[in-house]
């Protein structure tokens, strides 16, 4: 059962543009999909404690472990949801990106019938953290209980060259932010920390520029073109990152748009001024850095310029969708607003 609540039967986290339309459901069975091996092999642990306080509060709950990878975005493609009022991800951000991959591709009914819902399984939990201003395994499951739901944006990345689509919930990097997380990979044997603190050390040093065509909608939907070299891009749907960086200060997670951040300089002295001030959000006010908040943007990588004054190829790079390795440039991201 649902109905509209004219006051908010629980305060929204500052992530959400106010004011926002709230729906109170009667929560009476709750299924959780989880990844066993989540948040340091703590998946099937947290598990058993959401099913113990759901059904000390007459919450009957179906557990649906994932045994692959890729397996959570065939689920909630795919399964029959007669009787659930809640569809539960438990894990970190790769749970739920392919969790939100398969809701968004189902073919039924059951979006305007079930909630999704997120438990904080992972590592990090940022976007949970913004989700609810808490990553307390806890306060997520009471917020559950109390059937407080809100529906947020997301993003679809659509691919020219391959004629495909993604869903992001949280994050896009392209360039240098991409390169990172690809030499971060290489060096897993460093431990997760110092592998990524390692990475970007690696790519500070070397920089890199690539020649870009890039296409905006803006939040008035005047459309702006740009032509120029960047180091890199990222597109927030999120304020933060990891440890609390302050990627886009003025992110919120259901007001249409998505922050796009365009990094123009490559030299090692700019860039490491760039990691500094991520951490209170001052970086965007740097004059090298572009920061708008647009409905939609499109990204045209170019080869290097020919000396011989050849025309330049569009070059196709791989891209990172919300801590994912996946989809590659060209590509053109359109905001869904309050998709989920």
Known sequence: ???????????????????????????????????????????????????SFFEKHQIAVTLIPTERKNHAEDLCRTLNVDGFDVLCLLGGDGTLHEGINGWMRRTDDARSRVSLAVLPGGTGNSF??????????????????RGASTAIDLAEVFFPT?????????????????????????????????????????????????PAIIEVVDKDDKLIRMENKYSFCIANNICTAAKGMKIAPDA?????????????????????????????????????????????????????????GEQQEVLEELLDIDGELKGIAPFKCTVIPQAV
Request: hydrophobic share 40%; aromatic share 8%.
């Open 1 to 51: 059962m649902r109905h509209r609540s004219s006051s908010n039967p629980l305060p929204l986290s500052e992530s959400f543009a106010k004011p926002c339309d709230i729906e109170q459901l009667d929560v009476k069975h709750v299924a959780i999909i989880y990844n066993p091996k989540s948040g340091a092999q703590k998946g099937e642990k947290n598990a058993k404690k959401a099913v």
């Open 128 to 145: 949970v953290l913004e989700l609810q201003g808490s990553a307390d395994f806890n306060v997520a499951m009471d917020r559950i209980v």
């Open 162 to 210: 391959i004629e495909q689509s993604i869903y992001l919930f949280n994050s896009l990097h392209w360039g240098m932010a991409t390169h990172v997380n690809i030499k971060a990979e290489q060096l897993r044997w460093m431990g997760k920390a110092i592998r990524y603190t390692t990475a970007a050390m690696l790519e500070l040093v070397r920089g890199e520029m690539t």
């Open 252 to 308: 919120k997670l259901n007001d249409g748009l998505i922050d796009l951040l365009l990094f123009r300089s490559d030299t090692t002295k700019d860039l490491a001024q760039i990691f500094r001030k991520f951490y209170d959000g001052s970086h965007v006010k740097l004059d090298f850095v572009d920061y708008m908040q647009v409905k939609s943007f499109l990204i045209i990588p170019l080869e290097p310029e020919n000396p011989d």
